[in-house]
């Protein structure tokens, strides 16, 4: 072999060398895009083959595993068509949180509400209950985690004729809170997130009596037919107006209607619908309050210790002032 076959054969090896180093980096390079992707993708709940860690973690949750979550010991506290509730204790954090279960049939696949998910886990307000972590297992159920709040909810608070619910102050505190927390849902967002199903029963009070809204923006979750479930829902218990009952999608209108309700069902301890009336005109507290108003009988309509102690304080107010009042002896 002479010296210019060598010299061919040399570059012939170092071209074949090139081409392998080549091609060996280009499949590196794709296998790390690949798996940078997939990470990425799972990390928002993408893909059929979820792992027991992905869980998408939000302010607040950023300690969680969903390990420590599935493992909690929970009590189921309330259940609907799309989901369960359970009141779940973390024993490494030593703490207790709520747990929203959705049912696989009735939510969107994951990598249709990826944004509403982003969207609803960095919602931060003092009067709504924040979303904590995400997950989403390999059948398509959904977890939500939200902290627990001690005090009940709002209707519990009004049924069980609890002594806090006849003090104006607090009356007063819980009406500002839910709507503050309305309004900033509606106004304060870049893009305004509607409630849909707003009702005392989905107002969690902590043990200070402060306001908390639950489930907006949940019906972002669903599909169209469990949605709709839950809007109909809503108009069935009283908190939708009737001219809008007929309406498939919620709005401000049908949210600032329902907050309404849920002021008279404060002032007058009653349910939104009375169903045990014989009188349509009086189905609707609402529409009670209106023909009360126009029989000049809305005294009786309020909640009668909630007047009495209101009374009975601007009684004492006005004492008060007359004694500051007298000359010193």
């Given at each position: 072999?002479?010296?210019?076959?060598?010299?061919?054969?040399?570059?012939?090896?170092?071209?074949?060398?090139?081409?392998?180093?080549?091609?060996?980096?280009?499949?590196?390079?794709?296998?790390?895009?690949?798996?940078?992707?997939?990470?990425?993708?799972?990390?928002?709940?993408?893909?059929?083959?979820?792992?027991?860690?992905?869980?998408?973690?939000?302010?607040?949750?950023?300690?969680?595993?969903?390990?420590?979550?599935?493992?909690?010991?929970?009590?189921?506290?309330?259940?609907?068509?799309?989901?369960?509730?359970?009141?779940?204790?973390?024993?490494?954090?030593?703490?207790?949180?709520?747990?929203?279960f959705l049912r696989p049939a009735c939510t969107e696949q994951m990598k249709e509400i990826v944004w509403e998910v982003q969207m609803l886990g960095f919602v931060r307000h003092p009067n709504l209950v924040p979303l904590q972590a995400f997950y989403s297992g390999t059948r398509g159920?959904?977890?939500?985690?939200?902290?627990?709040?001690?005090?009940?909810?709002?209707?519990?608070?009004?049924?069980?004729?609890?002594?806090?619910?006849?003090?104006?102050?607090?009356?007063?505190?819980?009406?500002?809170?839910?709507?503050?927390?309305?309004?900033?849902?509606?106004?304060?967002?870049?893009?305004?997130?509607?409630?849909?199903?707003?009702?005392?029963?989905?107002?969690?009070?902590?043990?200070?009596?402060?306001?908390?809204?639950?489930?907006?923006?949940?019906?972002?979750?669903?599909?169209?037919?469990?949605?709709?479930?839950?809007?109909?829902?809503?108009?069935?218990?009283?908190?939708?107006?009737?001219?809008?009952?007929?309406?498939?999608?919620?709005?401000?209108?049908?949210?600032?209607?329902?907050?309404?309700?849920?002021?008279?069902?404060?002032?007058?301890?009653?349910?939104?619908?009375?169903?045990?009336?014989?009188?349509?005109?009086?189905?609707?507290?609402?529409?009670?309050?209106?023909?009360?108003?126009?029989?000049?009988?809305?005294?009786?309509?309020?909640?009668?210790?909630?007047?009495?102690?209101?009374?009975?304080?601007?009684?004492?107010?006005?004492?008060?002032?007359?004694?500051?009042?007298?000359?010193?002896?």
């Amino acid at each position: 072999m002479d010296k210019n076959d060598r010299i061919k054969v040399f570059l012939g090896l170092v071209s074949a060398i090139f081409l392998l180093v080549a091609v060996f980096v280009v499949y590196c390079c794709r296998r790390r895009s690949s798996k940078a992707e997939d990470l990425e993708m799972r990390s928002f709940g993408y893909g059929e083959e979820l792992e027991p860690e992905d869980l998408i973690s939000f302010p607040g949750g950023e300690h969680l595993t969903i390990h420590e979550i599935l493992d909690a010991p929970g009590e189921v506290i309330g259940k609907s068509s799309y989901g369960t509730l359970y009141m779940a204790s973390l024993q490494r954090s030593n703490s207790v949180v709520l747990l929203r279960f959705l049912r696989p049939a009735c939510t969107e696949q994951m990598k249709e509400i990826v944004w509403e998910v982003q969207m609803l886990g960095f919602v931060r307000h003092p009067n709504l209950v924040p979303l904590q972590a995400f997950y989403s297992g390999t059948r398509g159920e959904k977890l939500l985690v939200h902290p627990f709040f001690f005090g009940g909810t709002l209707s519990q608070l009004l049924r069980d004729k609890s002594d806090e619910s006849h003090r104006w102050p607090i009356v007063y505190k819980i009406s500002l809170g839910i709507a503050e927390g309305l309004d900033y849902l509606h106004n304060g967002l870049q893009k305004p997130i509607i409630h849909g199903n707003l009702k005392s029963k989905n107002i969690l009070l902590d043990s200070n009596c402060q306001p908390y809204l639950s489930d907006f923006g949940l019906h972002l979750l669903l599909n169209p037919t469990a949605g709709q479930e839950v809007l109909e829902a809503s108009a069935d218990q009283g908190y939708k107006a009737p001219e809008l009952i007929k309406m498939k999608d919620a709005s401000k209108e049908s949210d600032i209607y329902s907050l309404g309700v849920i002021f008279l069902e404060m002032l007058t301890r009653k349910e939104p619908i009375n169903r045990n009336s014989s009188s349509p005109l009086d189905l609707y507290l609402p529409t009670s309050m209106q023909n009360a108003a126009l029989n000049h009988t809305v005294t009786e309509m309020f909640d009668l210790e909630l007047l009495r102690r209101e009374s009975l304080k601007k009684l004492d107010d006005n004492e008060s002032i007359n004694d500051d009042d007298r000359p010193l002896v």
